[in-house]
């Protein structure tokens, strides 16, 4: 889940959005409504899992230009 924290953070350029977003996921995998919490659910987790190793490949693309420049 920190890949996704990490490319909003590098897509706005901003630290500050880095850390709301990480506060953001945290407070959605952690919430419970009554008996109902999120990290119970298996598809959630799933679905975070897959958009992280998304945001991981596109935040490792073309690093090495994207340095240089």
Do not use: C, H, R, Y
């Not at 990290?39 to 975070?48: E, M, Q, R, S, Y």
């Amino acid at each position: 889940m920190s890949f996704i924290a990490l490319f909003v953070g590098m897509a706005f350029k901003s630290s500050k959005a880095t850390i709301v977003t990480s506060f953001l996921l945290i407070f959605l995998t952690q919430a419970n409504i009554g008996d109902f919490t999120m990290a119970g659910n298996v598809v959630f987790p799933v679905i975070l899992t897959t958009i992280s190793l998304a945001f991981a490949v596109l935040s490792i693309v073309n690093v090495e230009s994207k340095d240089l420049m």
